[in-house]
């Protein structure tokens, strides 16, 4: 089955569950749906947001509860704590094992298997940023901690790790800037067993997007907002229960909502894209989005905007990293075994070279990415750093991936080998903006 | 143990000291310098009694040959900040005021260097507080230093060592009290053979040949020398006078291990002042740098500028890293090469881009831009061409001989 005849599926299915649900028909939504509907398939493979659980405070929070802020550090030191050190040995293992060995099934089915999801979350790295007082597993707020885990995740697979990282996106930011209504709400479903997906949408649908200059807008509406715009690439959209999207708030500049995916007026569709297919990537669309006035996250304060974005700019910087590195590890075996006018092309200058300048980008990307993320962590300004990560992850990574594919000639074209993937993958990190965090 | 990529409070008083110098010191002769080429920058001597001084009470500050590699046993197993990264700090603060006068800096030369990490304790007393400089590339051997052709004969007799040879390339080589000389004991065997020797300046048997008209680093004196008949004594030879064919080239080598982030921090510290200006032009230009916009929602050359910091950021990061694991005593061959790779390549497009974004400000000598064009070439060549490092690291990485990866 192609992906588009899976699409038509999917969109079949929703419209009817949709059609036989007199729901609509007692609240008088029919019409209104099926014109909705209408436009959708004629526009894609448009489906409401996914049904979704309700998300209701089991308890009352006096407050909200922030993770710790790291201590200054006095030496300049590259290694991880233990705790880290331990982390990243677990997570390097279920990478290698479990996420590459799938990778090439998930890049083509567009779907991360459920039972690798599971997996991950038993792990814990979805819930890195959830306070310990609401359920969460680590008392220190720790962007290097998510970057070291990031860059595991994205050696075993790019497009597996955002599916699994990208609903951790959710629960990182409520911790991060969510009051304590809005933690109480949200934040419990995201420690349980069968975690809701959530995603966080920030990038439009248009070219030079800036995560600055925003086409979704939000309108203020007797208390609450209402929201209308498009969201792309947006992972795992048709299942997602919560979403975090940004939206030019009227005389204020750009802002995050919260918006539960059964909310009125919330479609998605998938929009599949050259790489990142695992994650099922797919555009939110809001139309006349109702939400209330407690769906605005951090105060709509322009500050906690930007350091969102630049969060989730280190956050593709680790998996770029990640990736690189596993393109640097695949490559060397390859080109030492690969013969060619009687001995190993390694032996070759042109093709030895390449090697030399994947290992200088990698380490280069690297120290880049932890250096923004330690700067964040301990409580300094960090823009710049990340910009920068970016800027070389953007340029280096997609070097690196064609490289990949080069220096195996033929068999980096093919699906046998992760180069093919690497390629598409690594365009992704200067495209992104949002989805992950850190 | 916790990841923090930021230079260490201690190390604030080094670097505003060494700012202080560059630009109060070396910025305001650097022209006058470049121009006079061949003519002793008189100004130095004061300057380097000063560094002298400082360096008396702290770690480093000064040129490539302050700190050696020999640094003391590590106390405790903690992670350490120590005279490595110092230097590589100092080093680029210094060649954000001028390379060349940097390279030029009495008693701060490369022989420094490898005197400091290989010479015992009687050949440091002997030769301490002497300005040295290094003597490797001959006119047929450059960056294959295995391929040298000067020789160093035992005359039993004297118990001198007996040098014949040509040198070019010696930095600092008419300045320097002393001149530190790679030569092969048997040339039949190769690397093994080869020793360094420390010669006198004074010694009548090395003859001052030329002194080069360069591109860049006009400040620094490049001068090659003919050995004819130059005897030293015995213990003029540096480190093991067995020829060990198993330990091969490393000991010689090792010095390179710590030098090469030294280079790569000059180039780093040329970038930077090239940066630093170019961001100030622009400025008045009216593009500003942005660094939430994405880098092509901006002004073309805001975007080129945040590739070049881009860039920068990562050869910088890259020598303190390297220079960390020095301090650290983690072996660091792979990632000295690293800094220098990419220190001297982006550092180079980075100066040559400056200019092109500054127009003919940055083209006419109005201006210091292209002077530093000019000085950064040189550290993608010196101790180690780009590629030789790339060389160096691709056969570490693939875990290849000489023999097999040439």
């Given at each position: ?73 006095e030496l300049f030191d ?361 | 143990?916790?990841?923090n990529?930021e230079v260490p409070k201690k190390y604030k008083p080094l670097i505003t000291q060494a700012n202080q110098v560059a ?24 300057l380097a009694a000063v560094v002298d001084g400082v360096n008396e009470g702290s770690d480093a500050l000064g040129g490539a040959g302050a700190a050696g590699v020999r640094g003391e046993e590590k106390a405790d197993?903690g992670n350490k900040n120590g005279s490595n990264m110092a230097t590589v700090l100092s080093v680029e603060e210094m060649c954000w005021g001028?390379?060349?006068?940097l390279?030029?800096m009495p008693r701060q030369g490369l022989?420094n260097s490898?005197i400091a990490s ?6 440091l007393?002997?030769?301490g507080g ?125 010095t390179?291990d710590n030098t090469r982030p030294l280079v790569a921090a000059m180039?780093i510290g ?46 910088r990061?890259?020598a303190l890293h390297a220079a960390w694991m020095a301090d650290n005593k983690e072996?660091n061959?792979?990632?000295a ?70």
């Amino acid at each position: 089955m192609t992906t588009a005849d899976r699409s038509m599926g999917l969109a079949l299915r929703a419209v009817r569950s949709l059609a036989e649900s007199d729901l609509l028909d007692r609240v008088g939504l029919r019409k209104q749906v099926e014109k909705a509907l209408y436009n959708g398939t004629k526009e894609g493979f448009r489906a409401a947001g996914a049904a979704g659980r309700t998300f209701a405070a089991a308890q009352k929070l006096g407050r909200p509860a922030r993770q710790k802020k790291a201590k200054p550090r006095e030496l300049f030191d590259v290694t991880p704590d233990e705790d880290q050190q331990m982390l990243v040995e677990v997570t390097k293992q279920f990478a290698a094992e479990a996420i590459r060995p799938a990778a090439q099934e998930a890049d083509h089915d567009s779907k991360t298997p459920q039972e690798l999801l599971e997996q991950a979350a038993e792990l814990g790295v979805t819930i890195l940023g959830v306070p310990e007082s609401l359920g969460g597993v680590v008392a220190e707020r720790s962007a290097v901690t998510s970057v070291l885990i990031a860059e595991q995740l994205g050696h075993g697979d790019i497009g597996i790790a955002v599916s699994i990282l990208a609903p951790g996106a959710v629960p990182t930011a409520l911790g991060l800037w969510g009051d304590a209504d809005q933690q109480a709400k949200y934040l419990p479903a995201f420690t349980e067993d069968n975690a809701p997906a959530a995603a966080l949408a920030i990038v439009e649908p248009r070219p030079l997007f800036n995560p600055l200059k925003l086409d979704t807008t939000a309108k203020k509406e007797g208390t609450g907002f209402v929201l209308n715009g498009v969201k792309s690439m947006v992972p795992r959209a048709a299942e997602d229960e919560l979403f975090i999207i940004a939206a030019d708030l009227e005389n204020s500049g750009p802002a995050l909502f919260i918006v539960e995916s059964k909310t009125e007026g919330v479609f998605t569709e998938p929009e599949p894209g050259m790489g990142l297919r695992a994650a099922a990537t797919g555009r939110v669309i809001l139309e006349n989005v109702k939400v209330p006035a407690d769906a605005l996250l951090g105060g709509g304060d322009l500050a906690v905007y930007e350091e969102c974005i630049h969060r989730s700019r280190i956050a593709w910087c680790a998996l770029a990293t990640g990736a690189a590195q596993a393109a640097l590890d695949y490559l060397i075996p390859y080109v030492n075994t690969r013969d060619a006018f009687g001995e190993p092309i390694s032996h070759r200058q042109s093709v030895a070279f390449k090697i030399s300048d994947i290992g200088i980008e990698t380490d280069a990307m690297r120290l880049l990415t932890y250096r923004a993320a330690s700067r964040a962590d301990m409580g300094r300004t960090f823009a710049r750093e990340a910009a920068l990560a970016r800027k070389l992850a953007t340029d280096k990574g997609m070097q690196i991936g064609s490289d990949s594919v080069q220096l195996l000639g033929g068999h980096g074209y093919i699906k046998e080998h992760p180069a093919e993937r690497w390629y598409r993958d690594l365009r992704a990190v200067g495209v992104m903006e949002g989805a992950l965090l850190v | 143990m916790a990841i923090n990529l930021e230079v260490p409070k201690k190390y604030k008083p080094l670097i505003t000291q060494a700012n202080q110098v560059a630009a109060e010191v070396l910025r305001p002769i650097s022209r006058k310098y470049d121009r006079a080429e061949h003519e002793y920058p008189k100004e130095l001597d004061m300057l380097a009694a000063v560094v002298d001084g400082v360096n008396e009470g702290s770690d480093a500050l000064g040129g490539a040959g302050a700190a050696g590699v020999r640094g003391e046993e590590k106390a405790d197993a903690g992670n350490k900040n120590g005279s490595n990264m110092a230097t590589v700090l100092s080093v680029e603060e210094m060649c954000w005021g001028d390379v060349g006068l940097l390279l030029t800096m009495p008693r701060q030369g490369l022989g420094n260097s490898a005197i400091a990490s290989v010479a015992t304790d009687e050949q440091l007393k002997k030769y301490g507080g002497k300005w040295a400089a290094m003597a490797i590339t001959e006119p047929e051997a450059g960056s294959d230093s295995a391929a040298i052709r000067t020789t160093a004969v035992l005359d039993e007799k004297t118990g001198e060592y007996v040098l014949n040879g040509e040198k070019i390339y010696v930095t600092s080589g008419e300045r320097a009290d002393l001149v530190v000389v790679w030569a092969s004991l048997d040339r039949e065997i190769g690397r093994a053979a080869i020793k360094s020797f420390i010669v006198e300046r004074s010694n009548p048997g090395m003859k001052l040949d030329r002194l080069e008209h360069k591109l860049g680093i006009r400040a620094s004196d490049t001068a090659a020398f003919r050995l004819e008949d130059c005897r030293v004594p015995k213990d003029a030879l540096l480190g093991n006078p067995e020829i060990d064919t198993k330990a091969g080239f490393g000991g010689v080598m090792k010095t390179f291990d710590n030098t090469r982030p030294l280079v790569a921090a000059m180039a780093i510290g040329v970038g930077r002042a090239c940066l630093d200006e170019t961001k100030k032009l622009l400025k008045k230009a009216g593009v500003e740098i942005d660094y939430t916009a994405p880098a092509n929602t901006q002004h073309a050359a805001a975007a080129r500028f945040l590739q070049y910091e881009a860039d920068w950021e990562a050869a910088r990061l890259m020598a303190l890293h390297a220079a960390w694991m020095a301090d650290n005593k983690e072996p660091n061959s792979v990632q000295a090469s690293m800094s220098k790779a990419k220190a001297g390549r982006v550092c180079t497009e980075i100066a040559l881009g400056c200019v092109e974004l500054a127009g003919t400000l940055g083209y006419s000598e109005v201006e210091l831009l292209e002077k530093w064009s000019r000085d950064v070439k040189i550290l993608d060549i010196f101790e180690g061409t780009q590629q030789i490092q790339l060389l160096i690291i691709a056969r570490m990485l693939l875990g290849k001989s000489s023999a097999e990866l040439k």
